[in-house]
């Protein structure tokens, strides 16, 4: 076989060497990411050794340069929870809602203008959004609500979701408009009108592309670090109206690491911080993993 | 044949060149962001009067500038608050020995927003302020308004000042704002008739008021002559007593006619 094809020898070495490249290159790419998770694993973990996890994660106060230090990440983590939970709660039906307008009932000039449009947005740099809620947001809320700061969880909630839509809108409109065309035209021929095919037959079978958009955006709202830095307000507390200043984890991540005595116990509990905050995007994106894999869409016949 | 010595005589000239150049020696500076514009106004003025010198600079907070310093990345940390003990134990570990210089002192205002009628406040009231006693203008005087406390993240050395001598080292709390840096105060405090917070002298602006402290107005004078409580120092740190370059530097920064001329310049307080 080989003397039948004299260049196959050399066609076959240059395969491999490509398949050696890829791997390389694929290789070097996970050990990079997977020697930054053992770097904030490192740097976290000894954190633990002076605070029992309990106290961490529960622990109220964070005054971590105070003698005795107090290291209660709890506010915190609250506050990512509140801001993540209230951002979703504007970002989801609004992202939702352009992307079914877009795929079902926009024409077909208007959204090939306005798509483009939205993911644009997401190219917004995150401080300029920060920048517009601190400098506009914030006290158009002071005076129209009468409440004391406008640097709050609410600010910094709508300047997250204005980060989001673009994501949960771009993703779904894509999982909505790729629905089979003949679920469509056999849900219109029995009579159903458009809302009532949308309703029951076009988001049924995008859930999974929907969902998976859904938790990509939250997570994106978890991660972000510069606008809550800038619009929550950064106060260790655990908020009781929406209308409250907030420190949610990355901003106190971001406030006090450049400070913080190097590889002292405040170091190490910012990095602990990290290492929560990692576990919360990873459950994230599990989550938007098993959603897409165990709802997928296999052409009209799984419906 | 002839090219030779030429040669010889260009590389060695080089050689001389690159060997003067390493004793001038480039300067590395990295350290709090508060001490950054004074040592970029001196550095400035430093490298236009000595071509040869080059200074870098950075910034990165005191505790980075401190941590480089240990490390042997940079020649002078700048530092808004004294080494902590914790720092000069795992230099000493590494073989060195921080030497703090004074190169000028900053003066930390309490402001408020330019509508706000309140003028003093002691020490007393601007630590209730932020201990969280004090929820409306009203209780000191003021308009019937809710207090908003901002004050700078925990491990700031603006924050570190404020926490140690107006606090008296009792808890800011929980409920305060946090701000970033000086600048974002100032953004606050000028879009909020309710808020209060802290700057160093050199970030005072138009757009907040500033308040006097026990009655003293926070100016250079007050704080030369030690009677506006809430002053500091701020400091360069080098690795053992400073040679050659660096040395040349830190006495051009602390001499009264030359370096501490602009330290004013950048809107802190010289030592003079």
Redesign the interface.
């Given at each position: 076989m080989k003397k039948k094809n004299p260049s196959g020898k050399g066609r076959l070495r240059r395969e491999r060497g490509i398949h050696l490249f890829f791997f390389s290159v694929a290789f070097a790419s996970i050990t990079v990411l997977g020697l930054i998770l053992v770097f904030l694993f490192m740097e976290g973990i000894p954190i633990f050794k002076d605070v029992s996890f309990k106290d961490f994660l529960f622990g109220k106060y964070w005054y971590p340069t105070d003698d005795p230090p107090d290291f209660g990440i709890f506010p915190l983590v609250i506050a990512s929870i509140s801001v993540t939970a209230l951002s979703s709660l504007i970002s989801i039906p609004l992202g939702v809602m352009t992307a079914v307008y877009l795929a079902e009932c926009a024409s077909y000039r208007v959204r090939e203008w306005v798509k483009p449009a939205v993911e644009l947005l997401a190219a917004l740099p995150s401080v300029v959004i920060g920048f517009f809620g601190m400098v506009v947001v914030a006290p158009f809320l002071q005076d129209v609500l009468d409440i004391p700061t406008g640097l709050n969880l609410f600010n910094a909630s709508l300047m997250l979701a204005f980060m989001s839509i673009p994501t949960i809108c771009s993703i779904s409109e894509d999982a909505i408009f790729s629905v089979p065309k003949e679920l469509k035209e056999a849900s219109m021929s029995l009579g159903a009108t458009h809302w009532e095919t949308i309703w029951r037959v076009i988001l049924p079978a995008s859930i999974s592309g929907v969902c998976t958009a859904v938790i990509l955006g939250m997570s994106r709202a978890i991660g972000e670090t510069m606008v809550v830095l800038m619009v929550a307000g950064g106060a260790t507390m655990i908020p009781t109206s929406i209308f409250d200043p907030v420190r949610p984890m990355p901003a106190g991540i971001a406030a006090e690491m450049a400070e913080a005595p190097f590889r002292g116990d405040h170091y190490h509990a910012l990095f602990a911080t990290g290492i929560i905050l990692f576990l919360f995007t990873m459950l994230f994106n599990l989550a938007a993993d098993y959603i897409s894999n165990k709802y997928r869409q296999v052409g009209s016949a799984t419906l | 044949m002839k090219s030779r010595p030429t040669v010889m005589f260009v590389l060695s000239l080089y050689l001389c060149f690159a060997a003067t150049n390493v004793w001038a020696g480039n300067i590395a500076i990295k350290g709090s962001t508060t001490v950054l514009p004074i040592a970029q106004k001196i550095a400035e003025i430093y490298m236009k009067q000595n071509p040869d010198v080059k200074i870098s600079i950075s910034g990165?907070?005191?505790?980075?500038g401190?941590?480089a310093l240990?490390d042997g990345s940079t020649d002078i940390a700048n530092s808004s608050r004294f080494i902590?003990s914790?720092?000069v134990k795992?230099a000493v570990e590494k073989g060195t020995y921080p030497v703090p210089f004074a190169v000028a002192y900053d003066c930390i205002v309490p402001v408020v927003h330019p509508s706000n009628p309140i003028e003093n406040l002691t020490l007393a009231q601007l630590r209730t302020i932020y201990k969280g006693e004090i929820k409306n203008w009203k209780q000191l005087g003021g308009h019937d308004r809710?207090?908003?406390v901002i004050s700078r993240?925990?491990?700031?050395?603006t924050?570190?000042v404020w926490?140690k001598i107006a606090m008296e080292?009792e808890?800011v709390f929980?409920?305060?704002?946090?701000?970033?840096s000086n600048g974002?105060i100032v953004?606050?405090v000028s879009?909020?008739?309710?808020?209060i917070g802290y700057i160093g002298i050199g970030y005072m602006e138009p757009s907040v008021k500033a308040l006097m402290v026990d009655q003293i107005k926070g100016s250079e004078e007050t704080t030369l002559n030690g009677t506006y409580p809430i002053s500091r120092p701020l400091y360069m740190f080098t690795a053992g007593w400073p040679e050659r370059g660096t040395l040349k530097f830190i006495n051009f920064v602390v001499h009264p006619q030359k370096g501490q001329r602009h330290v004013a310049d950048a809107g802190f307080v010289p030592l003079y």
């Open positions: - | 990165g907070g005191s505790g980075n401190i941590k240990i902590k914790k720092e795992l809710p207090v908003v993240d925990t491990s700031s050395g924050y570190e926490h080292n808890r929980p409920g305060a704002l946090l701000q970033a974002a953004q606050a879009t909020n008739k309710n808020a």
